[in-house]
């Protein structure tokens, strides 16, 4: 199996920053895309960056110049640092990891289980 876990949400003001990591263990043999998505109250899952294995990012278009997506491969592990935080950053972010297991020749997505970030006054 394979376990992807979350951690670093919170509460921090508008301009504030914020940190977030993500690791996948388990029964791994390779990673290829990683990402992190958010979802806000009453709208659905969005893309807000991705790194590939070999390291291009995009990014959804309001958090350019503010996100920084990055992973340390030797960890199976994935960050995104959040600086100039606004109100409309709020939402439940998930990590997404691209995964190549042990004995089985595909690649499938896993999934986090969601971490708060508030942007608030």
């Known amino acids: 199996q394979v376990q992807v876990v979350e951690s670093g949400g919170g509460l921090v003001q508008p301009g504030g920053s914020l940190g977030l990591s993500c690791a996948a263990s388990?029964?791994?043999?390779?990673?290829?895309?990683m990402a992190w998505y958010r979802q806000a109250p009453g709208k659905e899952r969005e893309l807000v960056a991705a790194?590939?294995?070999?390291?291009?990012?995009n990014y959804e278009d309001s958090v350019k110049g503010r996100f920084t997506i990055s992973r340390d491969t030797a960890k199976n592990t994935v960050y995104l640092q959040m600086n100039s935080l606004k109100p409309e950053d709020t939402a439940v972010y998930y990590c997404n990891v691209r995964v190549r297991r042990l004995f089985i020749p595909s690649f499938a997505d896993y999934w986090g289980q969601g971490t708060q970030v508030t942007v608030s006054s």
């Open positions: 388990g029964s791994i043999l390779s990673i290829s895309d």
């Open positions: 790194i590939t294995s070999g390291g291009s990012t």
